[in-house]
């Protein structure tokens, strides 16, 4: 599944390529790809006829785009900070295998299409590709907290890489956890955007192991990780996200590299890039764990 890397940088690419676009028509091709937005398909493509996408935005796994209203439709323009004009948005989720991809007017249908929006500029349109089906798009209304969010992702903590994150509220409410780092980590409530495959990076990168107890951990540990999340994060940046398959691309439908990056996660066997051990594989929530058991000792061991 796409993490906070990958979700960036087809953000980015929305933000070049549609933000200040008018829609002039949505298709529905799978209903599975609308399921959450209850109305149904044809209300869909009427809620988002003729609206601007006034920019592209993220938290976490979660991209929308706020929708102008309808008396500002023709007033927004590319870059337009987030919310001018707009009480909703249409939200996306990746899922396992989604792919946001801009492609020019009349290019043969993707194999496994489910939602295409044309613009009323004739301009190349912006089309929703999923071969698993498990993600999903929805018009939402958004919901003034400390920033504009969609309703449904209202309960999802701040990412790592935002202004909005609260260090010490992250601190204070990791230190009353009763559960292990890793676990942690992986929760959208806590922290937003960090999976598997960060976690694990950010784990070796500060030390620790994914089943070190919550509560003990230092302020300073605490810090160390936090930090060692963002320099990942940041590093995956740079190099366009992970991609282990076709599944993941950008907008235009380019792999991102920092797979030959990775130091541990899928590595099992190979020397640590810090000490030299083998990598250790091991099962967690029905997936892996990648460590090193020199540089990452378990507590007690």
Known sequence: MPELPEVEVVRRGLSRWVAGRTIAYAEVLHPRAIRRHVPGAAEF???????????????????????????????????????????????????????????????????????????????????????????????APLVPLARAVPEPIAHIAADPLEEAFDEEMFALRLGARQTEIKRALLDQSLISGVGNIYADEALWRAGLHGGTPTRGLSRRKIDELLAAVREVMREALGQGGTSFDSLYVNVNGESGYFDRSLNVYGRQGEPCARCGGPVLREAFMNRSSYSCPRCQPRVGA
Do not use: C
């Open 45 to 139: 493509a009427g809620r988002l006829a003729g609206r601007t996408l006034v920019s592209a935005e993220r938290r976490g796994k979660y991209l929308w785009m706020p929708l102008a209203d309808a008396q500002n439709g023709s007033g927004a323009s590319p870059g337009a900070g987030e919310g001018i004009g707009a009480s909703e948005a249409l939200l996306a989720h990746l899922g396992m295998s989604g792919q946001l991809l801009v492609v020019e007017a009349g290019s043969p249908l993707e194999k496994h299409l489910r939602v295409r929006l044309g613009f009323a500029d004739g301009g190349p349109e912006l089309r929703f590709v999923d071969q698993r089906t498990f993600g999903h798009l929805l018009v």
